[in-house]
């Protein structure tokens, strides 16, 4: 079995079990801080609806509940708030501290989302739901998708800087490459601010609550 190539072995699924796991293991190794991401995000959720009941009051009720403005103003918003996290990422690469931190990002997705979810099922029942299932969740899940590569380039950063420190490795860190997938993926998530802004508005006089 082991001198049979490997193409053929998958192709005529003659892999043995060992092999399979390794092949598992290899996917689960390379996906690591996606896994992580998405975990993390989970868990958050669920903490973000149990902090909503804990510290539910008018005062949160009036940052959480649906904002009325314009387009550039939701644009604005969304601006400001995926393009802080983004910039937090981004500085998360060049920290010696980044990799392990770098997971506190989808934490605080997961929060904010789970804290809103809350709100609008205690607030409004099954229409809340509704309303997060259409004007909340895709949003947040298209977002925390384009911070997943954000995340996964920053992570690769600070581990070569890790490395490269720990090991007092003579090497030349090559930074272009990395900073040019974060002006793409900055880019990125500007545009989806925008679209976000844009079907949030269009939305609004369909969608109601």
Known sequence: MS??????????????????????????????????????????????TVLYRLLQSSALDSVLKPSNANFSKLFSQNICNYLSLFLITVFLAFCLIGYGLINIIPCVIGIQVGMKAAYFYINYQAKGVGYTILMIAPFAALFLTVLIFVIQT????????????????????????????????????????????????????????
């Open 3 to 48: 001198d049979i190539p490997i193409e053929l072995k998958k192709e005529f699924n003659l892999e043995d079990e060992n092999e399979k796991k390794t092949d598992i293991e290899k996917i689960i190794v390379d996906n690591k801080t996606v896994i992580y991401s998405i975990v993390f995000y989970a868990c958050s959720l669920a903490i973000g």
């Open 154 to 209: 920053s992570s690769n950063m600070s581990k070569q800087i890790v490395d490269i420190t720990k090991n007092n490795l003579d090497y030349k860190l090559e930074v272009k490459p990395t900073l040019r997938k974060f002006l793409i993926y900055g880019l990125i998530i500007i545009a989806f601010s925008g679209v976000c802004a844009l079907i949030e508005t269009l939305l609004k006089s369909v969608v109601t609550i």
